[in-house]
């Protein structure tokens, strides 16, 4: 049996619920203690006490909670000789001595919830921060020690403008920011969004005219995955397992994981996982047909893209005459390039990734 070597925690507590998040969260922060009960018991549970190489605590909000409980959960793992531990902070929860503390347990990479530092647009998307909580946390962080830092940016957000995302990018530019998470907006099922469209949407000429800005302001940057920006030798050394298709621990509400080919999650009702927290919703197997599209789907989100002489030894195929026909017509297009190792999807195929990926499914 094998035992992953990341790990990833869901704390799901917000102050209050964004506008646009579909992710498994709760205001109800009477629950803490009862959830983290939960939590533990479902680490000692699955947890083989192998060391790990990454953590992610993610949420939800999770430094809501005090420092003093982020420990005890962070000393449950073996991290002798762990690379990356992640956690995601909100401007709004945080202080000097917070981030200070974090650091000093053992944190060494924050990815900080910002969005937009334009006020209005804050405000119109349910944020409770301003713009000046997003510099001073960042320069919290950085007085504190972190030398790992990511911001969060959401492009296509009611009635920004492209000045504004520019606006934006620049500022994050002159940060000393080590990686930047860039999501266009999507309206989720479940969110108030999604109930009670807003108004003012940038649409997706608009969207793709930002986004393609990107590159050229973050020219410092690596665009190493769809979605993700690194400064050499920042790349999210968690975030990479997913898209190399690696298995890892998924601990908490909602979490999900990947085991001896077995992929799982848990349910993402809180009540039901505090009376619950060693049973999995679901348990699927994942097929080598699944396998093999998977690989494609992740590592075509990677820059790099592909590699088909591994992918042809690990499935036993001859990848190119397999997709001869979707490689020559993605190829004309550009939204292909070919690479010394295999195929790559090009700046103009990002921006139509979810179209050309399909064809491998």
């Known amino acids: 049996m094998q035992t992953p070597k990341n790990t990833y925690i869901h704390i799901p507590f917000c102050k209050s619920k964004c506008h646009y998040c579909a992710f498994t969260s709760t205001v109800n922060l009477k629950l803490v203690d009862e959830y983290l009960n939960a939590l533990i018991k479902e680490i000692k549970f699955r947890y083989q006490n192998n060391i790990q190489d990454t953590i992610y605590f993610g949420g939800g909000t999770p430094s809501i909670l005090p420092v003093e409980l982020v420990n005890k959960i962070y000393k449950l793992f073996d991290l002798s000789d762990c690379n990356e531990v992640t956690f995601e902070v909100n401007p709004e929860t945080v202080?000097?001595?917070?981030?200070?503390?974090?650091?000093?347990?053992?944190?060494?990479?924050?990815?900080?919830?910002?969005?937009?530092?334009?006020?209005?647009?804050?405000?119109?998307?349910?944020?409770?921060?301003?713009?000046?909580?997003?510099?001073?946390?960042?320069?919290?962080?950085?007085?504190?020690?972190?030398?790992?830092?990511?911001?969060?940016?959401?492009?296509?957000?009611?009635?920004?403008?492209?000045?504004?995302?520019?606006?934006?990018?620049?500022?994050?530019?002159?940060?000393?920011?080590?990686?930047?998470?860039?999501?266009?907006?999507?309206?989720?099922?479940n969110t108030l969004f999604y109930k009670k469209t807003p108004e003012n949407l940038p649409d997706s000429d608009l969207q793709a005219e930002m986004h393609e800005y990107t590159a050229k302001i973050l020219d410092d940057f690596e665009h190493y995955e769809i979605s993700?920006?690194?400064?050499?030798?920042?790349?999210?050394?968690?975030?990479?397992?997913?898209?190399?298709?690696?298995?890892?621990?998924?601990?908490?509400?909602?979490?999900?994981?990947?085991?001896?080919?077995?992929?799982?999650?848990?349910?993402?009702?809180?009540?039901?996982?505090?009376?619950?927290?060693?049973?999995?919703?679901?348990?699927?197997?994942?097929?080598?047909?699944?396998?093999?599209?998977?690989?494609?789907f992740l590592g075509f989100r990677l820059s790099n893209g592909i590699d088909v002489e591994y992918i042809n030894k690990k499935f036993n195929i001859d990848f190119e005459n397999k997709y001869n026909d979707i490689l020559k017509k993605y190829l004309n297009t550009e939204y292909l390039k070919q690479t010394k190792n295999g195929y790559c999807l090009t700046e103009k195929g990002f921006l139509l990734s979810n179209i050309v990926l399909s064809e491998f499914i």
């Open 95 to 189: 202080d000097f001595d917070y981030l200070k503390s974090l650091y000093e347990i053992g944190i060494n990479r924050l990815s900080i919830g910002i969005q937009t530092f334009n006020e209005n647009i804050l405000k119109l998307i349910g944020r409770k921060h301003t713009p000046e909580m997003a510099l001073d946390t960042i320069r919290y962080a950085q007085n504190a020690g972190f030398k790992n830092i990511s911001v969060d940016l959401i492009y296509g957000l009611p009635s920004q403008t492209v000045e504004d995302f520019i606006s934006d990018l620049e500022k994050v530019k002159n940060l000393d920011i080590q990686h930047v998470s860039l999501y266009g907006l999507q309206l989720e099922p």
């Open 228 to 296: 993700n920006y690194a400064k050499s030798s920042f790349q999210a050394r968690h975030n990479t397992i997913y898209w190399q298709n690696k298995e890892y621990y998924g601990f908490g509400c909602s979490a999900h994981g990947y085991q001896n080919g077995v992929r799982y999650s848990n349910t993402s009702n809180i009540h039901k996982y505090i009376e619950t927290p060693c049973e999995h919703e679901i348990e699927h197997v994942v097929s080598e047909k699944e396998k093999l599209e998977e690989e494609i």
